[in-house]
């Protein structure tokens, strides 16, 4: 069944306010990783993961940032289902990132371990809580570009949303691709770029929903067709 597009005057502002969680969400995780990735003592963000941030006297900061931007996405997620209604993408695009958001709030739940020599003199170890980390970080990095695909479908319906289709699959698949990248990289050894890896794979998902909300909140929602 079709839907009209609305323009933003029309979504209502308790639904403004949801989408406006997708913006702020992502981009306070991004600002405290960067910030904290330059200036925190023993740590690279050349070489280490976003996650090590966790642990250590600061670690707080970066726990506190996954569980704000996982409540922020899964607010996002509520919001993105209320403004597309019905038709393709209505259903599993705001689930998928409603995931998303729940496993980022796990990821600050359950910390990683030490690794690549962070904390400095911590031992690398292999915890109940580490590997639930990583499963739940799987659950994430997996979820996020589902719903980028999934999405791609909607907006390329509508001409108002012109390019955000392959932006949209371009995003979906590019998160995977440097997602695999930072395992392997890892591997290289020590001083590979293993936290510039990470970085670019967050930075491009994590972007591709503020600018998804941001469109949202000055365009309103594409149509289905």
């Known amino acids: 069944m079709a839907t009209s597009s609305r323009g933003v005057g029309e979504v209502s502002p308790p639904v403004r306010r949801l989408l406006a969680c997708g913006v702020a969400g992502p981009l306070l995780f991004i600002a405290v990783f960067l910030v904290e990735g330059a200036t925190r003592a023993g740590y690279s963000a050349w070489r280490h993961y976003v996650s090590l941030l966790s642990l250590g006297e600061l670690g707080w900061v970066q726990v506190a940032s996954f569980l704000a931007c996982g409540a ?8 993105l289902r209320r403004v597309l209604s019905s038709g393709r993408g209505a259903t599993w695009g705001p689930i998928l990132l409603a995931v998303f958001g729940i496993s980022l709030i796990g990821a600050g739940v359950f910390p990683t371990d030490p690794a690549r020599g962070y904390p400095p003199g ?7 809580t580490g590997a639930i980390h990583m499963l739940i970080s799987l659950f994430a990095f997996v979820s996020l570009p589902a ?8 907006f390329a319906g ?5 390019g955000w289709g392959p932006y949209s699959v371009a995003t979906g ?10 395992d392997v990289v890892a591997n290289l050894g020590p001083d590979s770029p293993t936290g510039l890896v990470q ?11 503020a ?3 941001l469109k949202l909140l000055r365009g309103g929602p594409p149509i289905q067709r």
């Open 211 to 213: 600018l998804l909300a």
């Open 147 to 154: 719903a980028c695909l999934v999405l791609a479908r909607r």
């Open 72 to 79: 922020l996405v899964v607010c996002f997620a509520v919001g």
């Open 158 to 162: 509508d001409p108002a949303w012109r």
């Open 173 to 182: 698949i590019l998160v995977i691709v440097f997602f695999l990248a930072t």
């Open 122 to 128: 911590a031992p690398a170890t292999i915890s109940a």
């Open 199 to 209: 970085r670019i794979t967050i930075v491009l998902g994590w972007g591709w929903i």
